[in-house]
């Protein structure tokens, strides 16, 4: 295998749980942000900082995108100009057009794309898909997924929704993926958001003002899936004490299957007598989720298997996304078209 040499491009929470990750599987890492964060990180991981963005990419197999959303697509461009294959954070981008011409880019230049969709790797839905695949659930036909933890007030972008798309895409898209991804793509949408929205023209100070202040904002979506699943997500950022949960529950023909990550460490299953539903063993649900993401990401990057997610399905999220905004900015339902043109592939451009 190649080796890795990683430009992570950024300095912030997401650079911070990721450089373990690497660092584990022996990259060499270069780290570069606009900020003074970098430097921090560089000393602190005893990393080689980056003095420009060309000369992280510079040699560069790898490039790990780490940066507010609104910048991703830049670089991305940039790092495949450059050569590099791109993990890049998720969402891809805040618009479908972005995001599909990042995956374009990357096809043209034979290079790699792969959107940080780190909740695929979450042992409980890796496990909630083995399930659905193996039958056990009968035919899926309603599901419903919550997630909720604090305002992310560390980084004043999130709070305005023209740099961050807000709750319904910075963190529902999460799990309108995970719905996607267990049950097929997302025919019509019909979402609401409330609470904290700072403006553009007042983001800075908005933002600012008001990590202190506990902003709350809540987001709901409805799906309709073209196999004919109804799926609901829920999403919630709260004052500062409210605890990091998300949960599941999923009916289907032959039982529900339910996980809150609170409540109880593993899944469980329950069905009608006779059913093929039975219980579910408990498994190994403590594997960090970005250690288990990178490793799985880097194999393919140094020519190993394909990962369990590709640069459409960072594609397809965005667009379902978009379509969650518009549909809360109306009142109306939304429909959900072709993610990309069926000219670009899933699979490896090589």
């Known amino acids: 295998m190649k080796r890795l040499d990683v430009a992570v491009i950024g300095a912030g929470f997401i650079a911070r749980t990721h450089l373990p990750a690497w660092i584990a599987l022996g990259a060499r890492i270069r780290i570069f942000s606009t900020d003074d964060q970098a430097g921090l990180l560089a000393e602190e991981f005893g990393l080689t900082e980056a003095a420009c963005l060309e000369e992280a990419l510079d040699g ?6 780490c940066t507010p959303t609104t910048t991703h ?47 695929r790797f979450f042992p409980a839905y890796a496990r909630l898909r083995s399930i659905i695949g193996s039958g056990a659930l009968g035919r899926p036909a309603v599901a419903r997924f919550t997630r909720t933890g604090r305002y992310p007030t560390w980084s004043p972008w999130f709070a305005d929704t023209a740099l961050s798309g807000g709750i319904v895409t910075d963190q ?7 719905a996607r991804w267990l049950f097929g793509e997302v025919v019509s949408i019909h979402a609401t958001q409330c609470g904290h929205r700072a403006t ?41 004490a409210t605890p990091f949960r998300y949960t599941f ?23 009608t007598a006779g059913s093929e539903a039975g219980a579910v063993p408990t ?68």
């Open 60 to 65: 560069a197999s790898v490039a790990d995108i």
């Open 73 to 119: 697509r830049d670089i991305a461009l940039a790092a495949f100009a450059a050569g590099a294959d791109v993990l890049c954070e998720k969402p891809l981008a805040l618009t479908p057009a972005d995001a599909l011409e990042m995956a374009e880019a990357a096809h043209k230049a034979g290079r790699l794309l792969y959107p940080g969709h780190v909740v």
């Open 172 to 178: 529902m898209l999460h799990d309108m993926d995970i």
């Open 200 to 240: 553009p023209a007042s983001a800075s100070a908005s933002a600012s003002a008001s990590a202190s202040e506990g902003p709350v904002a809540t987001g709901s979506a409805t799906l309709t899936h073209d196999s004919g699943v109804i799926t609901q997500v829920l999403g919630v950022w709260g004052p500062p």
């Open 249 to 271: 529950h999923v009916a289907g023909s032959n039982g529900t299957l339910t996980h809150d990550s609170l409540a109880h460490p593993s899944l469980r299953l329950t069905g």
């Open 283 to 350: 498994g190994d649900f403590g594997e960090d989720p970005f250690t288990a993401q990178i490793r799985e990401l880097a194999t393919a990057f140094q020519g190993g298997p394909a990962p369990r997610v590709n640069a459409l399905d960072g594609v397809a999220a965005v667009k379902i996304a978009a379509a969650a905004r518009r549909s809360a900015a109306t009142g109306l339902a939304v429909a959900v078209h072709d993610a990309a043109p069926r000219t670009l592939t899933e699979g490896s451009p090589r």
